[in-house]
């Protein structure tokens, strides 16, 4: 089935960083906004930041506001995550999906990867 890989996740310290990505395979991009998305344990998924097809806008959930950057490869079907001063808060599974814009809420998202686990030690 056609689906993102996320890589990148992994254990890290409050105030540190960490680089995501997420590529698919087989399918071009260029037409859709691509989102991350995360689930802590105990707490629904929540939308972490979004960009649309050609990278013109961004959005961020307040709570990375500042914090966090994502930027998209088109040539490489690939979108990154720029996380820094990470927090424990920011603990989770880190998925990617598409879907036409990152505004149009009627849209499902489509192609979700399995994940990357990020955890921020206290």
């Known amino acids: 089935q056609l689906q993102f890989v996320e890589f990148g996740g992994g254990l890290v310290q409050s105030g540190g960083s960490l680089n995501l990505s997420c590529t698919l395979s087989?399918?071009?991009?260029?037409?859709?906004?691509v989102g991350w998305f995360r689930q802590a344990p105990g707490k629904e998924r929540e939308r972490v930041s979004c960009?649309?097809?050609?990278?013109?806008?961004?959005d961020h959930a307040d709570s990375v506001k500042g914090r966090f950057a994502i930027s998209r490869d088109n040539a490489k079907n690939t979108v990154y995550l720029q996380m820094t001063s990470l927090k424990f808060e920011d603990t989770g599974a880190y998925y990617c999906?598409?879907?036409?814009?990152?505004?149009?809420?009627?849209?499902?998202?489509?192609?979700w990867g399995q994940g990357t686990s990020v955890t921020v030690s206290s």
């Open positions: 087989g399918f071009t991009l260029d037409y859709y906004a």
């Open positions: 960009i649309s097809m050609r990278g013109v806008s961004t």
């Open positions: 999906a598409a879907r036409g814009r990152c505004s149009n809420n009627a849209e499902s998202w489509s192609f």
